[in-house]
C-alpha cells in the first residue's frame, strides 16, 4: 500500500479556476486537497487532509512563496469558503490544520457560474486578470488570436459553448510563448 497519492503531476480543473476567481495558487491546491481525499477514500480513511504550508509547496513543484499559499488558503478557507479548516481534534499539540473540500460550496459555485454567461468584451480585459490573480500562470488555458478582415476571433478553452467573436481589438492579448505567458498589446 502507497503512503500517499501519486502527485507527480498536477490536474488543474478549469472549474476550479472559474471559482476561485481565476487564482491559480488557489486552484491547484483544491485540486490537491481532492486527490488527497480521494487517495483517503480508497483507503478507508477519514477525508481530513493534514497538510503543512511546506508539504502543499512541494506538492505545487515550489511554484508559488509560502505568503502566496498563505493567501490563496485564506481566500479559499475565509472569503470563498471553498475549504474547511480545523486543528487536528486527536493531537491539540499539532500546529499544521486539516483542510476538506465544502462540497456543497463547491457545486453552489459551479452552478452560479454556470448560470453567468460571459459576453465577447469580458476577453478584451485579460491584462486587468492579471494583478488581481498576482500574476499566476494559467496551465489549461488557451487563446489564440485569428485576424479576418475588421474581425478579431479569440477562442478559449474556459467556455466553448459562448459566441467569442467581437469587432473590437483587444487592448492587450496573453501569449503563449516558449518560456511563459506574455503580454502583447496590438
Known sequence: MSTSPNLTYLKLCKEYVQITQRNYCAAKILAIIESWQQWKAKHKLDDWVRLTL????EHLFEEYSIETIRQALAKLTN?????????????KYDRAYQYQL???AIEQALAQKQAKTLAPSHFTNLGDDLQESELSTPSS???????????????????????????????????WVKKGWKISSQ
Open 79 to 91: 472569503k470563498l469558503q471553498l475549504l474547511k479548516r480545523r486543528n487536528n481534534p486527536k493531537a
Open 102 to 104: 465544502n462540497r456543497e
Open 54 to 57: 511546506e508539504q502543499i509547496r
Open 141 to 175: 488555458e488557451v487563446i489564440n488570436s485569428k485576424t479576418s478582415g475588421d474581425q478579431i476571433e479569440i477562442d478559449s478553452t474556459l467556455d466553448t459553448s459562448i459566441d467569442t467573436t467581437t469587432t473590437e481589438p483587444p487592448s492587450a492579448l496573453l501569449l
